[in-house]
């Protein structure tokens, strides 16, 4: 498997991402906004986009659908109940489906709702496994739920799904948002030492070569993993004084979303 990472340099900080057969040069594109980019990329390495992987319904992973499948005649995939909001959408999916790419990629669909309630992410296996989690999770970071989703939902999708993948596994977002997320892990926990160490290596950092993290550094940096830290707990109950003496995990990470909604 090739993994691609497109940087878009829009306002939004999108990823977008090529994943190719080594064999036959088909490739997928996940979620692929910048159709300019994509395209050209394809061209570059010589490889022809057969399949458009939606990871949810909001526009800026679904606009550049229409002009990739002019050019190339891509098949369109996302969530089976996101067909109402995603226009031309050619297969719909559920966990556990398999997408395949050439003779040499498979990829397993996740349902992760959250962010919004037709999400999925992609999971690779192997001997290097990889997740393309569009606005699920973030480096450092979680989705917000502002537009379809649901905090509640979202930690669901954390406690029972990511936060049991393989420490291994590649993390692939859909944003780059990592400077800003470290700072707020150091805002509610300003004793998390691996993070203060990332922090002034991805303020600098060339988002066309970007860090890729993997799941045990996420934990270790990750607010939204890390929901039994001591300082974490004592510095929410300053925003919140009515926090019981030994909150819950999912009692924290909805807490800790909505401070970051307005941090």
């Not at 739920?145 to 954390?158: A, D, K, R, S, V």
């Not at 974490?232 to 819950?248: C, K, M, Q, T």
Request: aromatic content about 6%; overall charge neutral; proline content about 6%.
């Amino acid at each position: 498997m090739i993994v691609e990472q497109i940087w878009t340099g829009n306002a939004y900080r999108n990823f977008n991402y090529l994943i190719a057969c080594p064999e036959t040069g088909e490739a997928l594109a996940i979620d692929p906004l910048d159709h300019a980019k994509c395209l050209a990329k394809a061209k570059e390495k010589g490889w022809s986009i057969t399949q458009i992987l939606n990871t949810h319904e909001h526009g800026d992973h679904t606009g550049g659908n229409q002009q990739v499948v002019a050019a190339t005649g891509a098949k369109v995939l996302a969530h089976k109940n996101a067909k109402s909001r995603i226009p031309g959408m050619d297969r719909g999916l559920g966990a556990g489906d398999v997408i395949k790419v050439g003779r040499t990629v498979e990829l397993e669909c996740m349902d992760t709702p959250g962010h919004t309630m037709c999400h999925i992410c992609l999971r690779s296996h192997g001997d290097r496994p990889a997740l393309f989690c569009g606005d699920t999770l973030f480096n450092a970071g979680a989705g917000n739920c502002h537009n379809g989703g649901h905090p509640n939902e979202l930690y669901n999708t954390f406690a029972d799904q990511l936060d049991k993948l393989p420490e291994s596994t590649l993390i692939y977002p859909g944003h780059d948002y990592i400077a800003n997320n470290l700072a707020f892990t150091l805002d509610r926990e300003p004793d998390n030492a691996k993070a203060k160490e990332l922090l002034p290596a991805m303020k600098a950092q060339d988002p066309s070569n970007p860090l890729v993290t993997t799941l045990k550094l996420e934990r270790e940096i990750n607010t939204f993993f890390r929901l039994s830290s001591p300082t974490v707990i004592a510095r929410l109950r300053e925003a919140f004084s009515d926090l019981p003496d030994n909150p819950d995990r999912k009692t924290v990470f909805v807490k800790l979303r909505e401070l970051r909604n307005k941090w």
